[in-house]
């Protein structure tokens, strides 16, 4: 005996429910898992990077520290040197008529290149220099 047709599809139908059913469960649940080691390696890219910025922003704490100290160190050189030169301008002032030499003027332009190279500035001569 032959079994009716709609029987015969009922159960193709009932397993194409269950089975695909199953199937689409098993997909979705990869997608899921697949999704979740996604959100793990951004997650651990994620803590690298901040780890990364900590360290960085330490380094940066530190050097700030040294330049600060740096920066005091020099505003109390600079204030003493100031200081110093007020105070022999005022003890040996030029006369009204003073001007220096052009051999002078070029060692004070040859003095403040140096000082500016040695800061890590550029500088030009003021003067150029004599044959």
């Known amino acids: 005996m032959i079994p009716s047709p709609w029987v015969i599809l009922g159960a193709i139908g009932f397993w194409l429910v269950t089975m695909g ?8 649940r ?5 999704e979740a080691a996604h959100v793990a390696l951004d997650l ?7 780890s990364d910025f ?5 380094n940066m704490n530190g050097i700030a520290g040294e ?17 110093k ?5 005022k003890a040996a002032p030029l006369p009204v008529d003073c001007r220096p030499d052009p051999f002078r003027v070029q060692s004070l332009s ?13 500088s030009v ?3 150029p220099a004599h044959p």
């Open 21 to 28: 059913g199953g199937m689409w469960l098993a997909y979705h």
């Open 30 to 34: 990869g997608g899921d898992d697949n």
């Open 44 to 50: 651990k890219n994620t803590r690298q990077v901040l």
């Open 54 to 58: 900590q360290d960085a922003a330490k």
């Open 67 to 83: 330049l600060t100290g740096i920066s005091s160190d020099l505003s109390s050189q600079i204030s003493n040197i100031s200081r």
């Open 85 to 89: 030169f007020r105070d022999g301008a």
């Open 110 to 122: 040859a003095a403040i290149a140096s000082t500016n190279t040695a800061a890590g500035r550029i």
């Open 125 to 127: 001569p003021a003067v």
